[in-house]
């Protein structure tokens, strides 16, 4: 099982910016394409953005798309989400996972069983 470890998150003011990181925990990322997901209290875990393994191809779910940014670092075993002009509703845990089908599964929000600690932002008003 892929273990991933997020950190950067924390509070921020609306308006404000976060950069998340993701790191793997004994394995390397760069074979895999990485979405990033995130879960609200009270709500479904839901996919955001994702990269492919090249890091060549990128896609953002519509709610948080010209705000967020992913990119990678192969070299440092690392994927990174960009959050600008944060708004109240980022406020959620945001997790990392390795998508096998070169980001559908984060695309359809799908549950992968197992997940990190993740890392909390929050958004101040």
């Known amino acids: 099982q892929l273990k991933f470890v997020e950190s950067g998150g924390g509070l921020a003011q609306a308006g404000g910016s976060l950069r998340l990181s993701c790191a793997g925990s004994g394995f390397r990322l760069e074979y895999y394409a990485i979405g990033w997901f995130r879960q609200s209290p009270g709500k479904e875990r839901e996919g955001v953005s994702c990269i492919s393994s090249s890091g060549g191809s990128t896609w953002y779910a519509d709610s948080v798309k010209g705000r967020f940014t992913i990119s990678r670092d192969n070299a440092k075993n690392a994927v990174y989400l960009q959050i600008d002009s944060l708004k109240f509703e980022d406020t959620a845990s945001y997790y990392c996972?390795?998508?096998?089908?070169?980001?559908?599964?984060?695309?359809?929000?799908?549950?992968?069983?197992?997940w990190g600690q993740g890392t909390q932002v929050a958004v101040s008003s």
């Open positions: 996972a390795a998508d096998p089908r070169n980001c559908q599964l984060v695309k359809a929000s799908f549950d992968f069983g197992s």
